[in-house]
């Protein structure tokens, strides 16, 4: 029987403004432009002055980041929904560009304040640091190219959403048909492959042509700004002020060392187990176990209910959270025809109720992907309560330990998922197999971004061999692709970051470090481990990434003999299993 919540769940109300009118909706430049004029003309006569002004801009900045959320929600909940496009392409062209000059110049004011010296270096440090540098970034020949990028990111997930196959009579999503690449039946895991290959590559011109133009204006807006290559302006501008892109060629490097042996050694052992005699495609997903996949849940809603059940036993607070996004019907979670792939937690700045994005095909996966973002969803509400919106802008390395945390601490209350022991046991053993293997992967898609952004003027051929030669660099040498070659090329379309958020990527690598050290330190006091976890994500940033990660029971390193000690404790819990 699933736990139900234990104490009454009050929905959240958004605060009172003290800014902004209670009914103001920033769906205009016009309507926006007064209150911007507001902040730029103010006197700021003291440090209290200061403090309240900042207040009111954050005021301002929650209002407006909720309302653009929402407005790319809707694209991605239905790809077909046109005056949704239209709304996003008309925030992006018309007002978007205008408040960008409108921050820049009260980032300006800021920084040229005689009080802003005078302000808790503690709690801005942080924040006044990432202001400083996009201010040295900042480049106003690059609003319009920066419009255009954002209109064409769009575009991806309208060609994606509207990717279907026809199986056995019956529509679907390239998602929806995984469900059959776990299937014991070889023949129709690969009928299915293959269905789902033929449907992609229709695509293929179609989405190279958008990542070339995209390729093309990020390298403008990086030499617009006086850097060499996309490349160093990314770094800069996504504030990693704690690592080089040196340090990620190095952890290349060490991943190779240590991480391929092991991805090397389970393929052959899928292969040994499965009973084949080359092991293809469509056979990297089926369980090697020879029994049926594993299915955590029958449908959404089974999904949630029990994800509010393991999260109850966690941490009663945890639990609570979810039950509060089911209420309020903050959860789309099941994949159907026009819905934009992958997912996502979108937090949502004004309210503090986040929204969990995602394509449920009831698969084993998708208990993953739900603590996952469950995990996301539980540091915006625990930072809600920080006094500005800039402390609640965490970076990726802060966010994703967030959510990859939660997915290894929960396991110790998968049985909700799973009532049989052995099935329990097998979801455990796949998952920490896949948190061994995911850094390659990781590494291969960051190496590929290196080199996009360093070599700009490449063609689409070159691109396509760059990622082959990648591919059997960081994947298991033992599979057979000479079926899929075509399909193979084009690998690097099915990851949305490429096109959406480049160079958001190593984060994860970097991030399930730091999980693996939160769990480590879970496995010793499970209390304590949970108060240092809801600790750290609820500083924000407002504390440095390597803060945090000493915060939440981590270490920010990402050394070779930090990776293989780290390594080495996955192995032992795979060996007690």
């Known amino acids: 029987m699933l736990a139900e919540t234990t104490q009454p769940v009050t929905l959240p109300q958004r605060k009172k403004r003290s800014f902004l009118t209670e009914d103001f909706v920033p769906s205009t430049w016009e309507l926006m432009e007064p209150y911007f004029k507001n902040l730029q003309e103010r006197e700021l006569l003291s440090l209290e002055d200061l403090h309240q002004w900042l207040r009111d801009w954050s005021e301002m900045e929650a209002a407006g980041g909720e309302s653009s959320r929402w407005i790319y929600v809707r694209t991605t909940l239905d790809t077909t929904d046109e005056a949704a496009k239209a709304e996003l392409n008309n925030l992006y062209a018309t007002i978007l560009p205008k408040i960008t000059v409108a921050d820049q110049h009260l980032k300006e004011k800021l920084v040229a304040c005689p009080f802003a010296e005078q302000l808790d270096k503690d709690l801005f440090f942080t924040t006044v640091r990432r202001i400083k540098k996009s201010l040295e970034l900042f480049r106003e020949e690059n609003i319009p190219l920066n419009s255009e990028m954002h209109v064409k990111q769009s575009v991806y997930g309208q060609i994606t959403g509207a990717q279907s196959i026809t199986y056995n009579g019956v529509e679907m999503t390239p998602k929806q048909a995984e469900v059959y690449l776990r299937s014991s039946d070889r023949a129709q895991r690969e009928e299915v492959f293959k269905l789902i290959a033929e449907r992609k590559l229709q695509d293929a011109e179609k989405l190279d042509e958008l990542l070339s133009e995209l390729i093309q204006l990020r390298h403008q807006i990086a030499v617009n700004a006086g850097f060499k290559n996309y490349l160093e302006f990314r770094f800069m501008e996504l504030g990693r002020f704690d690592y080089t892109p040196d340090d990620c060629l190095e952890f290349h490097s060490s991943v190779k060392e240590v991480i391929m042996p092991l991805v090397n050694q389970l393929s052959k052992e899928r292969k040994e187990k499965l009973g084949l005699d080359k092991l293809k495609l469509w056979d990297l997903m089926v369980d090697t176990s020879g029994k049926p996949a594993l299915k955590p849940c029958s449908s959404t809603d089974d999904l949630i209910d029990k994800t509010i059940a393991c999260f109850n036993q966690l941490d009663p607070y945890f639990g609570e959270r979810i039950e509060i996004m089911k209420r309020m019907n903050y959860l789309d979670l099941g994949a159907r025809m ?225 990776l293989a000690e780290l390594v080495e404790f996955l192995q032992d819990e795979l060996k007690k299993l």
Not at 525 to 533: L, R, S
Request: net charge negative.
């Open 338 to 562: 026009h819905k934009s792939n992958g997912g996502y937690n979108m937090s949502m700045p004004e309210l503090g109720v986040p929204f969990i994005f995602m394509n449920s095909a009831n698969s084993e996966h998708d208990l993953i992907t739900m603590v996952h973002e469950g995990g996301h969803a539980i540091q915006t509400f625990l930072t809600h309560d920080l006094e500005l919106s800039a402390f609640k802008e965490t970076t990726s390395e802060i966010a994703e330990v967030a959510s990859m945390g939660m997915e290894l601490m929960s396991m110790e209350h998968w049985d909700v998922f799973y009532s049989d022991a052995e099935e329990l046991n097998r979801a455990r053993k796949n998952h920490l197999n896949h948190v061994l293997t995911i850094l390659s992967k990781i590494c291969m898609g960051d190496s590929f971004q290196f080199w996009l952004y360093t070599n700009p003027n490449h063609t689409v051929e070159e691109r396509r061999n760059k990622w082959v030669e990648l591919v059997r660099q960081y994947t298991p040498g033992n599979i057979d692709r000479s079926e899929a070659q075509d399909f193979l090329r084009i690998g690097y379309q099915n990851i949305l970051h490429f096109y959406e958020v480049p160079f958001y990527y190593i984060e994860y690598a970097f991030a399930e470090l730091g999980a693996i050290g939160l769990w480590r330190s879970f496995k010793r006091n499970q209390e304590k481990a949970i108060e240092d976890y809801k600790k750290g994500l609820a500083l924000g940033y407002t504390k440095s990434i390597p803060e945090f990660y000493e915060t939440v029971g981590a270490k920010f390193d990402f050394s070779k003999s930090y």
